[in-house]
């Protein structure tokens, strides 16, 4: 098999032992890089003539070198049980040990040395297939680096080398790891049933082995099952303490909308990251609650702080592009978009740029974005991700608003109730033309979204279409209160609503400005899949005529959610 193109593997591990749960199981790399050999020495110099010696000076050098060989020998005899008594210093760890003692520690590896293991894994398995250990960690590998390097291609090399893993050792008989791994290639794929298929399968076996919490909190998630979701991170915390435990409580309270607890125990996990991968992780996740609680300064201080750490991590690039788009900074955060996107080509960060581009009046540029949105869509279906909630939210702002509303169904039938899937279907319900069905939809998400600002403009938005004005003010406001510059198009319409909403006389719902006409699409629509004919979401109708303030709104039904 061969070593990923994006990188050049660090040499690799001079005897090929297979994993290890010990770092310094290996002796430490030792050969050079290839391309990094010292230049050969120069050839000696040819020793000068020297005049002969004397009788005098051969004798008092004779006499000076048995003292100083009387001196050796003493010196000698008494060191050694000094030097025995020490013991060696631990041997230094290269790329791969770097990289397994940071997966044995759940924490995140460098690419750099994640490609090292890759390679070391590689040049293993070939000459013993038969180490199914190896294999598993080798798909695993794949899976991280697939998602790391938005490679999806590397997702089926990962699938392969987790099913040859269990034809050599099956997951009943030990091989928890290999079911762990097809965890995470599901995780990546969006494909959360599956992905807490395995979990639950290890975590029956095996409920005291941590590795299955982290796919079980991130398919929890995924599926929206929020109370789930906090209860495998107390059992991760409780099993495995550190800053991967951190990081993820971290992450639990920002979805409950815990937004300072969420910052403490994400210092906490900053303050003590042991690597420079997991140090960069944490100020990124430093960066978007920054981000979201509308501190945009302080979200570029995090993120650029995580730059001076990593200043090729993707993630923080694009998340500083957003922090100074807020600040007018538009120019920079173009640049740090194209960075972002030059390293790893995501198409979130495209639909971000192009969005960008939008809110300037460079249409050109944005349709640009769009295309190459699509294309890259495209290619990760043919490779087994799931993109339908990306492409459903840019089909409802910038292409066909009913194909979104097609593809969020099919993506809630699959029991993907997340507050992001819940918001993306309820906008593009409205965008669509039925108000009153997007209603419980983005009821939900703003509900269950953390207190995230982009929730709370499409639920402001969707219920000033229906007139009930005293919720809909409310939202807005808190949309604009949470992060005032939370989307580039956005925000401006939801200050521009707030303003003719705050002059509207009672009980008479405003003429607002809708939001703007998608842009025409720039190549035929990929073809999706047929979905699954959704049962009807249960409303109730809202008496419209004569509302006034909060009592305008009727009794909405909430979306059912298994």
């Given at each position: 098999m061969d070593v990923m193109p994006q990188q050049p593997?660090?040499?690799?591990?001079s005897d090929h032992a297979p994993p290890s749960s010990d770092p310094y199981d290996c002796p430490p790399q030792t050969s050079p890089r290839p391309g990094s050999e010292p230049p050969p020495a120069p050839a000696p110099a040819a020793p000068a003539e020297l005049p002969p010696v004397s009788l005098h000076t051969t004798l008092r050098r004779a006499a000076v070198g048995a003292v100083a060989a009387a001196v050796l020998v003493t010196g000698a005899v008494v060191s050694v049980p000094d030097?025995?008594?020490?013991?060696?210093?631990?041997?230094?760890p290269g790329p791969?040990?770097?990289?397994?003692?940071?997966?044995?520690?759940?924490?995140?590896?460098?690419?750099?040395?994640?490609t090292a293991l890759i390679g070391d894994r590689q040049s293993w398995v070939g000459t013993h297939p038969s180490d199914a250990r190896s294999w598993a960690v080798l798909?695993?590998?794949?899976?991280?680096?697939g998602r790391r390097s938005a490679d999806v291609a590397y997702y089926g090399r990962a699938e392969q080398a987790l099913r040859r893993s269990l034809d050599v050792q099956p997951g009943d008989r030990g091989n928890t790891a290999a079911w762990v791994g097809l965890a995470a290639l599901a995780n990546a794929r969006h494909d959360f049933v599956t992905a807490k298929k395995w979990g639950e399968t290890v975590r029956a076996r095996r409920p005291k082995d941590w590795t299955a919490y982290p796919v079980l909190i991130d398919a929890f998630d995924g599926l929206g099952q929020y109370a789930a979701a906090g209860r495998a991170v107390e059992k991760f915390r409780a099993l495995r303490s550190g800053v991967p435990a951190l990081s993820r409580t971290a992450?639990?309270?920002?979805?409950?909308?815990?937004?300072?607890?969420?910052?403490?125990?994400?210092?906490?996990a900053a303050n003590r990251a042991a690597?420079?991968?997991?140090?960069?992780?944490?100020?990124?996740r430093l960066g978007e609650l920054a981000w979201e609680r509308g501190e945009s300064e302080e979200a570029v201080a995090q993120y650029s702080a995580a730059l001076r750490t990593d200043r090729a991590h993707p993630p923080s690039l694009a998340g500083r592009a957003r922090a100074l788009t807020a600040l007018g900074r538009t120019q920079e955060a173009q640049r740090d978009y194209r960075a972002a996107l030059s390293r790893r080509p995501s198409p979130a960060y495209m639909l971000e740029l192009g969005e960008l581009y939008e809110s300037l009046g460079l249409d050109d540029e944005s349709r640009g974005q769009y295309t190459k949105l699509r294309s890259t869509l495209t290619q990760e279906s043919d490779h087994g991700v799931?993109?339908?909630?990306?492409?459903?939210?840019?089909?409802?702002?910038?292409?066909?608003?009913?194909?979104a509303v097609e593809l969020l169904r099919a993506e809630w039938d699959?029991?993907?109730?997340?507050?992001?899937?819940?918001?993306?279907?309820g906008w593009a319900l409205y965008r669509s033309g039925d108000s009153q069905s997007a209603l419980a939809y983005a009821q939900q998400a703003a509900d269950t979204g953390g207190g995230t600002a982009r929730y709370a403009y499409h639920l402001g938005v969707i219920e000033l279409r229906l007139g009930n004005l005293g919720p809909a003010r409310r939202h807005l406001e808190e949309a604009l209160r949470t992060n005032p510059h939370f989307s580039p198009l956005d925000a401006p319409s939801a200050q521009k609503a707030l303003d003719q909403l705050g002059g509207a006389p009672a009980g008479h719902p405003p003429e607002v400005t809708p939001a703007p006409e998608p842009m025409p699409p720039p190549e035929p629509a990929q073809q999706s899949r047929e979905p699954s004919e959704a049962p009807p979401v249960a409303v109730a109708e809202t008496d419209v005529a004569g509302s006034t303030g909060d009592g305008a709104s009727g009794t909405v039904g909430d979306p059912a959610v298994t």
């Amino acid at each position: 098999m061969d070593v990923m193109p994006q990188q050049p593997p660090e040499s690799p591990q001079s005897d090929h032992a297979p994993p290890s749960s010990d770092p310094y199981d290996c002796p430490p790399q030792t050969s050079p890089r290839p391309g990094s050999e010292p230049p050969p020495a120069p050839a000696p110099a040819a020793p000068a003539e020297l005049p002969p010696v004397s009788l005098h000076t051969t004798l008092r050098r004779a006499a000076v070198g048995a003292v100083a060989a009387a001196v050796l020998v003493t010196g000698a005899v008494v060191s050694v049980p000094d030097e025995e008594k020490e013991a060696a210093p631990p041997p230094v760890p290269g790329p791969v040990m770097r990289a397994l003692t940071a997966t044995n520690a759940g924490a995140p590896a460098s690419l750099a040395d994640l490609t090292a293991l890759i390679g070391d894994r590689q040049s293993w398995v070939g000459t013993h297939p038969s180490d199914a250990r190896s294999w598993a960690v080798l798909g695993s590998a794949y899976v991280e680096w697939g998602r790391r390097s938005a490679d999806v291609a590397y997702y089926g090399r990962a699938e392969q080398a987790l099913r040859r893993s269990l034809d050599v050792q099956p997951g009943d008989r030990g091989n928890t790891a290999a079911w762990v791994g097809l965890a995470a290639l599901a995780n990546a794929r969006h494909d959360f049933v599956t992905a807490k298929k395995w979990g639950e399968t290890v975590r029956a076996r095996r409920p005291k082995d941590w590795t299955a919490y982290p796919v079980l909190i991130d398919a929890f998630d995924g599926l929206g099952q929020y109370a789930a979701a906090g209860r495998a991170v107390e059992k991760f915390r409780a099993l495995r303490s550190g800053v991967p435990a951190l990081s993820r409580t971290a992450q639990m309270y920002r979805n409950a909308g815990r937004r300072e607890d969420a910052r403490a125990v994400a210092q906490d996990a900053a303050n003590r990251a042991a690597t420079p991968a997991e140090k960069t992780d944490c100020l990124f996740r430093l960066g978007e609650l920054a981000w979201e609680r509308g501190e945009s300064e302080e979200a570029v201080a995090q993120y650029s702080a995580a730059l001076r750490t990593d200043r090729a991590h993707p993630p923080s690039l694009a998340g500083r592009a957003r922090a100074l788009t807020a600040l007018g900074r538009t120019q920079e955060a173009q640049r740090d978009y194209r960075a972002a996107l030059s390293r790893r080509p995501s198409p979130a960060y495209m639909l971000e740029l192009g969005e960008l581009y939008e809110s300037l009046g460079l249409d050109d540029e944005s349709r640009g974005q769009y295309t190459k949105l699509r294309s890259t869509l495209t290619q990760e279906s043919d490779h087994g991700v799931d993109e339908s909630l990306l492409l459903g939210r840019f089909e409802a702002d910038h292409g066909d608003a009913s194909r979104a509303v097609e593809l969020l169904r099919a993506e809630w039938d699959r029991q993907h109730h997340s507050a992001a899937v819940a918001d993306a279907l309820g906008w593009a319900l409205y965008r669509s033309g039925d108000s009153q069905s997007a209603l419980a939809y983005a009821q939900q998400a703003a509900d269950t979204g953390g207190g995230t600002a982009r929730y709370a403009y499409h639920l402001g938005v969707i219920e000033l279409r229906l007139g009930n004005l005293g919720p809909a003010r409310r939202h807005l406001e808190e949309a604009l209160r949470t992060n005032p510059h939370f989307s580039p198009l956005d925000a401006p319409s939801a200050q521009k609503a707030l303003d003719q909403l705050g002059g509207a006389p009672a009980g008479h719902p405003p003429e607002v400005t809708p939001a703007p006409e998608p842009m025409p699409p720039p190549e035929p629509a990929q073809q999706s899949r047929e979905p699954s004919e959704a049962p009807p979401v249960a409303v109730a109708e809202t008496d419209v005529a004569g509302s006034t303030g909060d009592g305008a709104s009727g009794t909405v039904g909430d979306p059912a959610v298994t």
